[in-house]
């Protein structure tokens, strides 16, 4: 054994006698290890989710049955559902919060700080992330920045009214929306998140880079990991951007600044045009991960190779590219020079087609498979399918005149949910459920996975398909009492229908609460390999030890050798020597008589 | 649950319409299309005992084909929906009607002429949620903001701009039928948002004449 | 050995042939490069958008102090790069007289900018409205403050690392061949270093 070997071994070894020896604070709470620091985002960002969640179901009550009591509205505090009738502002505040809350700390920490975390060292071969100590002041900013936004329910004034988009000036002074302190806490709140995205990007990008396992070249990471990767570097690059807005804006609120306030010589449209320099890459970042999840779920069902995994890599590239020069189509009715809107619109065009490729790509993974139908896999055909509406819904609006009509309508909420929800939600269910024995060691029940799935998949459609219909009929977003424009009281029996669909979407959702939390601790053990798949998490135990690898592996080939001729065999592990160089198997010997 | 547009009643309505009607055909198409492959898929290559996957990476040809169709549609669509964006966005109607649109917190105040046919002057007349315009005559509409960022939405007539404060945005439309229509507002302004409703009253010439007669009349006094 | 060392004996395959600090570093900055253009950015459009809230240069700041006081910043960086020097040729005491004479030149510029400030709003010029009203207005301090400030968080931050890395190599931390924390921390001080010029450029001289 050579000194390094011998100094990898007595690392791994001195990882496993720390991890005997350590308090709980540091192996549960205070924690270095990738896997732990992955739980904890995944406990806060479903948390978070749950909290969205129901925040969606007060302002869909609101829209079914404007200004009605809700029921358990009586807890409410007299300022925001006094007799339990939800007030105009708090109704503005569920809006903002619901948004901000699934967009920052639910989607985003699920499939970045989440599964990246997971992902990442297992996929690439590492032992940990390149900064573990950093990883820990990621989660550890993350989760007090969740706790900020929360609390600012609690202040006077309520919390953030303004959108998730936050749009000045109506953002910018407490005068126009009587919302001061909330405000600020939303901004202070997403400014601390940022720091703990940067962190994570840093950590990310540097373990891809430098930390791939011995024959582990660039085209033979699966593609979770090649989203992820990418998704890191517009995070690097985005965030700053916002942290800069956020700043800005919170100066203008607190020490009488004027960069987005006319009165003071400041422009409303430079808040849109910062944002959505940010929120453009933001969404795509919110939908990349979700992307190679899909794959490697849909690869792995389907037991073939990805179709097109180079074509997929730079589709993932050239989206991120791309997905920096669209911005302006979030602006095209707010003012600003209309030349902008036509080139905005030509680049907008452009970015389908990316995302065109791997959608054929994903189905022709399908073509000619031998398709299991495990609940990861329906999960991540589900992504694809909603995903495709939602793609196309997209074209409509990135057509500037169309968008004149449809801006800032239902329509565009069901292509925002379609996409978040019908995408990366999916995605999310379905890697949390094929990753989960990596995560507990046990599998998830299938049969309460699958009822999970089917009744998701009808409610879900339920609630946001209609949506696309009342948009084209005119209903704005954000509307407290729709039925304040005659024109939209015809529309309201479609209000409440959407709404029952809502309630009972969520009602649902207990399914996966119970299936999971029991499956922690009652579910099937899992071995290393449950799924039969590929890839470098598939060699480790369930779930991995400190330090993952006992020995660093050794790649021979990329992660969708499925249904290979040079297996026996549908699937062949990344790290199982080529035929020519594998050892002989040792005979067994035969058991004891009488044993 | 439909896809149908409600019916518009301005000049580039049916322009927009159209545009929106091409790419429903061509969505639709792709919607079905790729759906109804996927669904095939998992039916046909279901996993079944003895079945085996084709080993199969990708086909480059295949990729050229699919990426220089879709490139080709969605830059067919783009090239369509210039023109329309262009007609209604850079190209001001001459000989227009013109008011002011003052969108506030929450209500729009809509200033008119008045006698001497200019807006601007000191016998201008302003309106609380009424806007008032003469069928098949192109009307400018020059959008302000007194607080935060309203956005002035004509449905039936496809018309819709933000009004920014510190800015003023021009907006044309020209209507193609009398009748009574619905002003609203399509940008969070804040807790009244939801009640900034107003009226747009297409006139025939001669009733506009009338009506602002009548407001002249009213006002000086 | 560091554990970049080892890995790399395994044959992990660094993408590229820095050490994982070097690379995370870099990475660092590029999102810093991205903060700075979003503040920079944004005050290049609103100055030309309203030029009438901006004032030449000369006539609120202290050009021919701050140029001075870039001047004291460039030479800190030139103080960093002799303390990188010394340590990669195993100059223990070297490297600890050039990290002191940065820091001083560091906070000697940091102490320069209070100074600045505090004149400044003994004028009237204050982050909000502008007393001087004939040149100039609110933009002109928000814009001005929020750039300088937020540099000069940085330049503070700067030295507080500094102090952390002189306070490593006291107790012998750095060697010839382990000086990770000596080059990153001179890899953000130069960074801080560029993006004063640019800034001072933008702001002092234009």
Redesign the interface.
């Known amino acids: 054994m050579s000194t390094a070997e011998a100094a990898i071994g007595d690392r791994t070894a001195a990882h496993e006698h720390v991890d005997h020896d350590i308090p709980f604070i540091r192996k549960y709470v205070f924690s270095t290890d990738h896997k732990t620091i992955a739980k904890q985002f995944m406990f806060m960002s479903l948390f978070f989710l749950v909290v969205g969640g129901l925040l969606a179901m007060m302002m869909r009550w609101q829209l079914g049955y404007p200004s009605q009591p809700m029921p358990g509205g009586a807890i409410l505090p007299e300022t925001m559902a006094p007799g339990g009738i939800l007030l105009p502002e708090f109704y503005n505040s569920l809006v903002t919060m619901h948004g901000t809350i699934m967009i920052f700390f639910a989607i985003m920490p699920l499939l970045v700080g989440f599964f990246g975390n997971l992902l990442i060292p297992l996929q690439v071969g590492a032992p940990d992330m390149a900064f573990p100590r950093l990883n820990m002041a990621s989660f550890w900013l993350a989760f007090p920045a969740g706790l900020l936004m929360l609390a600012s329910f609690l202040v006077e004034g309520g919390a953030a009214g303004a959108g998730w988009t936050s749009y000045a000036p109506l953002s910018a002074s407490g005068e126009y929306t009587g919302v001061y302190l909330g405000q600020q806490l939303w901004l202070v709140s997403l400014t601390i998140l940022g720091f703990s995205s940067l962190a994570g990007a840093v950590n990310y990008i540097t373990t891809v880079i430098n930390w791939r396992a011995p024959g582990m070249t660039w085209f033979r990471l699966p593609l979770a990991t090649w989203s992820l990767f990418i998704t890191s570097i517009l995070i690097l690059l985005a965030i700053p951007i916002l942290a800069g807005a956020l700043i800005m804006l919170l100066f203008d609120q607190t020490i009488g600044t004027t960069f987005f306030l006319p009165a003071g010589g400041g422009e409303p449209l430079l808040w849109q045009h910062l944002f959505w320099f940010f929120g453009h890459p933001e969404v795509y970042i919110l939908i990349l991960p979700a992307m190679g999840i899909a794959s490697d779920l849909i690869a792995n069902g389907a037991r073939k190779p990805i179709f097109g995994y180079h074509a997929m890599v730079l589709a993932i590239i050239g989206i991120a590219f791309l997905g920096w020069i669209v911005w302006g189509h979030h602006m095209f009715q707010s003012g600003m020079n209309p030349m902008l809107g036509t080139t905005f619109m030509v680049s907008t065009m452009f970015i389908a087609v990316p995302s065109a490729i791997k959608t054929f790509n994903w189905l022709g993974t399908l073509w000619g498979g031998d398709i299991h139908f495990t609940t990861p896999v329906l999960h991540g055909l589900a992504f694809v399918s909603m995903f495709i509406i939602g793609g196309l819904s997209g074209i409509f609006m990135a057509s500037t005149p169309v968008d004149i009509y449809i801006h800032d309508t239902y329509f565009i909420v069901a292509h925002i949910h379609y996409v978040l929800f019908g995408g990366s939600l999916f995605a999310i269910f379905g890697g949390i459920t094929f990753w989960f024995p990596k995560l507990f060691g046990t599998i998830m029940n299938e049969r309460w996975g699958k009822i999970h799935w089917v009744l998701t998949m009808i409610f879900y459609n339920l609630v946001f398909f209609p949506m696309h219909s009342i948009g084209l009929q005119g209903h704005m977003r954000r509307l407290y009492d729709p039925t304040q424009y005659e024109y939209l009281e015809p529309l309201q029996p479609m209000n409440v229908f959407i709404t029952i669909s809502a309630f009972l979407l969520i009602a649902v959702q207990l399914i996966f609460v119970v299936n999971f939390f029991h499956s922690i601790w009652k579910g099937k053990k899992a071995g290393p390999n449950p799924w039969n798949a590929n890839s470098l998490e598939w060699t480790v135990p369930s779930p991995p030890p400190h330090g993952n690898f006992a020995t660093v592996p050794v790649v021979y080939r990329g992660p969708y050798e499925y249904s290979s001729p040079e297996s026996d065999e549908d699937f062949l592990l990344q790290t199982t020597p080529p035929r020519d160089q594998q050892q002989p198997e040792p005979h067994a010997t035969p058991a004891p008589e009488g044993a | 649950?439909?896809?149908?547009?409600?019916e518009s009643f301005s000049t580039?309505g049916g322009?927009?319409d159209r545009?929106?009607y091409i790419?429903?055909w061509?969505?639709g198409i792709?919607?079905f299309l790729?759906?109804g492959?996927?669904v095939y898929?998992?039916f046909r290559?279901?996993?079944?005992e003895g079945?085996?996957?084709?080993?199969?990476?990708?086909?480059t040809r295949?990729?050229i084909v699919?990426?220089a169709g879709?490139?080709l549609i969605?830059?067919i669509?783009?090239m369509?929906?210039?023109g329309?964006?262009?007609r209604?966005?850079?190209q001001l109607p001459q000989d227009a009607m013109e008011v002011i649109v003052s969108a506030k917190?929450f209500e729009w105040n809509v200033t008119y002429p008045g006698q001497d046919g200019v807006i601007g002057t000191e016998d201008d007349f302003t309106k609380r949620n009424e806007v008032h315009a003469v069928v098949d005559r192109p009307i400018i509409a020059y959008?302000r903001a007194e607080?935060?960022?309203h956005?002035f939405?004509l449905?039936?007539l496809?018309?819709?701009?933000?009004?920014?404060?510190?800015?003023e945005?021009p907006v044309w439309f020209e209507a193609t039928e009398t009748g009574e229509y619905?002003v609203?507002?399509?940008?969070?302004?804040?807790?009244?948002?939801?009640?900034m409703?107003g009226t747009l009253t297409v006139h025939t010439a001669a009733d506009y004449q009338a009506w602002e007669q009548a407001e002249i009349q009213a006002a000086g006094q | 050995m560091t554990t970049d060392a080892m890995a790399l004996e395994r044959g992990y395959m660094p993408g590229m042939r820095v050490y994982n600090l070097k690379l995370g570093m870099w990475v660092f900055l590029l999102s810093e490069v991205m903060f700075f253009t979003g503040l920079i950015g944004s005050y290049i459009i609103l100055r030309f958008a309203h030029p009438t809230q901006f004032a030449e240069p000369g006539v609120v700041l202290n050009v021919p102090l701050t140029a001075f006081n870039t001047f004291v910043l460039i030479c800190s960086s030139v103080t960093m790069v002799k303390a990188y020097a010394a340590i990669a040729t195993g100059d223990q005491k070297g490297l600890k007289i050039w990290l002191l004479a940065t820091i001083a030149l560091g906070t000697f510029f940091v102490g320069i900018q209070v100074f600045e400030y505090i004149a400044l709003a003994q004028h009237g010029f204050v982050p909000m409205a502008s007393a001087y009203a004939a040149e100039g207005g609110a933009l002109y301090g928000s814009t001005f403050y929020t750039m300088t400030g937020f540099h000069g968080t940085h330049v503070t931050i700067g030295v507080l690392c500094l102090w952390f890395v002189l306070w490593r190599a006291w107790k012998g931390a750095y060697s010839a061949d382990s000086l990770g924390g000596v080059e990153i921390v001179g890899l953000y001080w130069h960074f801080v270093d560029l993006v004063w010029i640019i800034l001072f450029t933008i702001v002092y001289l234009i």
């Open positions: 649950m439909s896809w149908m547009l409600p580039f322009d927009i545009i929106y790419i429903l061509i969505t792709a919607f790729s759906e492959i996927l898929f998992l290559y279901r996993h079944k079945r085996k996957a084709k080993y199969v990476h990708g086909n295949a990729e699919w990426t879709t490139a969605v830059f669509v783009g369509l929906s210039i329309v964006w262009s209604v966005r850079t917190q959008l607080d935060v960022i956005s939405f449905p039936d496809r018309v819709k701009q933000d009004a920014v404060p510190g800015m945005t619905v609203g507002c399509a940008e969070l302004c804040g807790l009244g948002h939801y009640r409703a």
